[in-house]
């Protein structure tokens, strides 16, 4: 009996050893800095129309139910923190947004924040806004098409839900390709774990934490895919460096919806982030 004791004694031990090494664990300063130099390879040409800021700020929840995140005038999620303490999106070059491809002119049209944008959108229009969601509209400058976004809380499933609209304006039909792009740094670590299935891809610290970007809905969903990139994917060409499963790489997910919009046509898709 005794022995036993002594045996469990030093298995609980062991646990809390554990456990202690996985929250004393800190990114080196110097790899660091490494990885946040060599990710400015990826910032697009300058724009005055990309930013970084929060302009909406959404909490809920607490304890492992805690989930924070902000917004920006131009609709990109630049801080996602899930539970208290855990950081997915704000390091370095801060890279979140979305983008498409209209296939028929061979135009990308994008804001990733952080990493720039594409240089031809009009202002942002924010429709409304809430303690809970907020609902942006932003129309391309050759007129062509209107992209609103819906990005809300989800507090039962501790998840942001992110809606995206894009109507052809024009009175010729469009073939399109519609994306959401997040560079992940869990926990202020620029390289971390990657891997994706059909319909979820993923960025995570091994044994840590992790975010996932998610299919809800849209009937043309091309897939959810990981890159060994940490800046957005060419929407024209978006399976350039799509690869995984990854480790100890400076990644990036994103999920992308391929459809063909006809006059005057919308194409509704939807995802979300979740913590894992």
């Keep these: 009996m005794k022995k036993s004791t ?7 031990l062991s ?6 090494s996985q929250t004393a664990r800190h990114p080196d300063p110097a790899m660091e800095q490494v990885a946040r130099e060599a990710k400015l390879q990826y910032v697009g040409a300058a724009s005055p129309d990309s930013t970084t800021t929060c302009s909406f700020n959404f909490t809920t929840g607490t304890g492992n139910k805690f989930m924070k995140y902000c917004v920006t005038a131009n609709g990109n999620i630049v801080q996602f923190e899930s539970p ?35 240089g031809n959108w009009k202002a942002p229009v924010t429709v409304s806004s809430s ?25 039962g499933n501790e998840l942001v839900q992110i809606t995206m609209a894009l109507k052809n304006n024009a009175t010729t039909s469009h073939h399109v390709g519609l994306l959401r792009y997040a560079d992940v740094d869990v926990d202020g670590f620029s390289s971390n774990s990657f891997d994706y299935t059909y319909r979820t891809a993923w960025g995570y610290n091994e044994g840590g934490y992790g975010l996932q970007l998610e299919f809800l809905s849209g009937s043309a969903f091309n897939g959810a895919f990981s890159q060994d990139i940490s800046g957005g994917p060419n929407s024209c060409q978006i399976f350039e460096y799509v690869l995984g499963p990854l480790q100890n790489t400076d990644g990036s997910i ?4 391929d459809m063909e919009l006809g006059k005057k046509g919308t194409g509704t898709v939807e995802v979300a982030y979740k913590a894992f």
Excluded: P, W
């Design 6 to 12: 002594q045996l469990i004694a030093m298995f609980v």
């Design 131 to 155: 303690a809970t969601s907020v609902k942006i509209s932003r129309t391309t400058s050759d007129g062509i098409f209107t992209l609103t976004q819906t990005i809300a809380q989800n507090a």
């Design 84 to 118: 208290s303490g855990h950081e997915y999106i704000n390091t370095g070059t801060i890279g979140e947004g979305y983008a498409f491809c209209d296939y028929d002119s061979s135009t990308q049209y994008y804001d990733y924040a952080g990493y720039g944008d594409s």
């Design 15 to 20: 646990l809390a050893t554990a456990a202690h």
């Design 254 to 257: 994103f999920a992308e919806y």
